[in-house]
Nanobody
């Protein structure tokens, strides 16, 4: 069973930056829909950014121009670069993969991002 291992996150000041990583042992990113989600306390999980099966990139409105999603198929890793962080970005962030062939779904375990002065 493939597992997604997340790293990065932590505490940042408003206006600061953090980078999240999500790695897999197998080559599942190259042909898949991949995404980052987040869930704040008391809120529903929401999409942050995603890369379609065809390679198109999308962002939620409030993250556009501040966050960058990317993936490195050779390293079996996807990333979320977060700049100009705001307190309202505080949440647990999850990576998500759905393979193009077979439609298998994988979730990372989540990593806490806290933006506070």
């Amino acid at each position: 069973q493939e597992q997604l291992v997340q790293s990065g996150g932590g505490l940042a000041q408003p206006g600061g930056s953090l980078r999240l990583s999500c790695s897999a042992s197998g080559s599942i990113f190259s042909s898949a829909f991949v995404a980052w989600y987040r869930q704040a306390p008391g809120e529903q999980r929401e999409p942050v950014a995603w890369i379609s099966d065809g390679g198109n990139i999308y962002y939620a409105a409030s993250m556009k121009d501040r966050f960058t999603i990317s993936r490195d198929n050779a390293k079996n890793t996807m990333y979320l670069q977060m700049n100009s962080l705001k307190p309202e970005d505080t949440a647990v962030y999850y990576c998500y993969v759905r393979t193009t062939v077979g439609g298998q779904v994988y979730w990372g375990r989540g990593t806490q991002v806290t933006v506070s002065s």
